[in-house]
């Protein structure tokens, strides 16, 4: 049998804001492992970021430094 709920961010935080400590490191603990926390994510084209940010009339020089920053990063680096 599979129950199904809709449970809103909020009473979500207010559960988690009534745990003892011991069962909220449980829960963390759980949501690590189970790889909820660190779920991959689809990554846009760096030239598409800096282009949204020079759409927003960011200046060169912070594009540049953006652009950079983003090559260098861990996230468009990792395998």
Do not use: C, H, P, W
């Amino acid at each position: 049998m599979l129950l199904t709920v809709d449970v809103s961010v909020e009473d979500i935080i207010k559960s988690i804001s009534k745990m003892a400590l011991n069962d909220l490191e449980k829960t963390k603990n759980a949501l690590v492992n189970r790889t909820l926390y660190f779920q991959k994510y689809k990554k846009d084209k760096i030239e598409n970021v800096v282009a949204d940010f020079k759409a927003e009339g960011y200046s060169n020089d912070f594009l540049k430094d953006l652009e950079n920053g983003l090559r260098k990063s861990s996230v468009y680096n990792e395998n």
